[in-house]
């Protein structure tokens, strides 16, 4: 079977990148990095696709007049390689619907908390501030709206009494880099659908039926 040909946006120090290639360089994984895209010319992610030997390019949002034609660059840039799933991977920038359309049910995010809950910024602080005994990550198809779209894979993290955001951050960090490629094997496997706005895992994707509790009983 044909590999998935993958494209990755990011804009900083692409630690999910990292973990994306190093799943994708076993030639048995089903999916393979075919482009990696940054905003920022000094995205450190970058380098970590020339080391691995990935075409990396920028495309700065900083040189078009508005956001339509930023989006066109790189979605001329996505086609060109054959990109058939956008990974966005700490891209900093809120992506349009017609952007998001164009791509429907082949454009995934990472984000780090147990989604619906926590969206957008600051999510280690908040989960603290609100007491929560989990937190965690997820992954999930993108819709317009921000952080939202059917879920594919999730990790929970449990909140330590002693953490501060970082201390929690660095923890579901670990988590996110398992989920990543999980949720992209799962999809080049065609083992995870979208039917209406939810996932349908088949195929031997099988879900955790054991409750966690933290503290524990």
Known sequence: MARLKVGVLISGRGSNLQALIDACAD????????????NKADAYGLERARTAGIP????????????????????EALRSAGVDLV????????????????WRDRLINIHPSLLPSF????????????GVKFTGCTVHFVRPAMDEGPIIVQAAVPVLPEDDA???????LVAEHRCYPL?????????????????????????????????PA
């Open 27 to 38: 030639p048995a994984f089903p999916a393979e990095i075919v482009l990696v895209l940054s």
């Open 119 to 130: 969206k957008g910024l600051d999510t280690h602080a908040r989960a603290i501030e609100a």
């Open 166 to 172: 970082h201390a929690l951050g660095d923890r579901v």
């Open 183 to 215: 949720a992209l094997r799962l999809i080049a496997e065609g083992r995870a659908r979208v039917e209406g706005e939810r996932v349908v895992l088949s195929h031997g994707a099988f879900l955790a039926e054991e409750p966690v509790l933290n503290p």
């Open 56 to 75: 990396a390019s920028v495309v700065s949002h900083r040189d078009f007049a508005d956001k339509p034609g930023f989006e066109a660059a790189m979605d």
């Open 87 to 102: 990974c966005l991977a700490g891209f900093m920038r809120l992506l349009t619907a017609d952007f998001v359309e164009r």
